[in-house]
């Protein structure tokens, strides 16, 4: 038994999203090495080593620390470690397992040659460019100058380049994921080429996100890609036309509360329980709602406070104080982080709990 509200995952879709998504990325003959984000969880990313995965991706040293004590072993930290302390611990973690490092700057980087070369360590790194997300990555036309400048430290081995670019296109977004995929792999299969041609060893082009995966591992070239939420899925791949709502394996089950008017209900679950980044209305997709209620035609989840969510419901609802709704949230990733559990509806019935055990590691 569980109490709400609770995530639970479907293991048979969640094992067929796995097996679905490797099937894809080796029609092209690339690796995939999908990002832990959505999940958390060691024993799932196992679930994906033994489909085909060649490793995993973590944002965070902490993250990489917890997976790592379960066993696994080639683990790529996709994000600038520009401090002493996580750098110290992201070394230490380098003398157990495969650990590959990204950086943006030469600032980034010369600390972390610093301190490895004080432990007669090599770090692997990949230099993340920025292809148009406005986030983390050094600008596209900068990249070629700082590879060569960090090329030339002495403890750092440039082995790739990466990028998080998403759904866009021509700088914006957009619902064309071909098209986005397509620019997303050209840009960064031209950026290696010149980075070769200036004498680096590019061996890895790491790219994609679950909306972006299918098209941009098609681009002659790119030897990786880093999906994360395909695992699950959510109503925002749902809206992205890259699943049905059927495919999503994670759901959110709530009690209904309070019944003030006929026309509303409210449940246990607001926004300590729903992730609220992915929001309605929004440019490309316009979601309506915080979330998708699966067993409530007709429902939109309109508002959210901390404990409570209001639905807004045909005034023909049956629903009674007590009754339970399941609910797709928008964006599964962030919604499983604020779990310390979620529950795993195995394939023979049963109901497991397991331990979101990445959970809150944010340094």
Not at 88 to 95: A, D, F, G, P, V
Not at 146 to 160: D, H, K, P
């Amino acid at each position: 038994m569980f109490d709400t509200p609770a995530v639970l995952i479907d293991e048979a879709k969640m094992k067929r999203n796995i097996n679905n998504m490797q099937a894809t990325i080796n029609q092209q003959q690339v690796r995939l090495r999908p990002h832990i984000k959505t999940h958390k969880i060691p024993s799932i990313a196992n679930l994906q080593l033994q489909a085909g995965a060649i490793g995993i991706t973590v944002a965070k040293v902490s993250e990489a620390e917890v997976m790592a004590a379960h066993g696994i072993k080639d683990i790529f930290i996709a994000y600038p470690i520009v401090t002493e302390t996580k750098i110290r611990k992201m070394l230490e973690l380098s003398k157990k397992i495969r650990l590959i490092v990204g950086v943006d700057s030469l600032a980034g980087a010369k600390l972390v040659d610093r301190l490895a070369r004080e432990e007669a360590l090599t770090i692997e790194v990949r230099i993340e460019v920025d292809t148009g997300l406005r986030r983390t990555g050094v600008q596209y036309h900068d990249a070629p100058r700082l590879a060569l400048e960090i090329a030339r430290l002495e403890s750092l081995n440039v082995t790739g380049i990466y990028t998080f670019r998403g759904a866009l296109y021509q700088g914006k977004p957009t619902l064309d994921l071909e098209k986005a995929g397509q620019e997303e792999g050209q840009l960064m299969v031209e950026l290696a080429k010149q980075l070769r041609d200036a004498g680096i060893e590019i061996q890895d082009v790491s790219v994609g996100s679950t909306p972006s995966a299918d098209a941009v591992s098609k681009v002659q070239g790119i030897t990786e890609v880093r999906p994360g939420t395909y695992i699950f899925y959510d109503r925002m791949q749902a809206a992205f036309n890259v699943c049905q709502l059927e495919d999503c394996a994670a759901s959110v089950t709530c009690t209904v509360v309070s019944i003030p008017s006929n026309d509303l209900i409210v449940i246990d679950g607001g926004s300590k329980t729903f992730a609220s980044d992915v929001q309605p209305a929004v440019a490309p997709l316009h979601l309506e709602g915080f979330g998708a209620v699966v067993n409530v035609p007709g429902a939109i989840f309109e508002r959210m406070t901390e404990e409570h969510g209001m639905i807004k419901v045909p005034k023909t609802h049956r629903l009674k104080v007590g009754d339970n709704v399941e609910i797709i949230p928008n964006h599964i990733c962030s919604t499983v982080n604020l779990h310390n559990y979620v529950y795993l509806k195995t394939e023979n019935g049963d109901l497991k709990p397991l331990e979101v055990l990445a959970r809150g590691k944010v340094q």
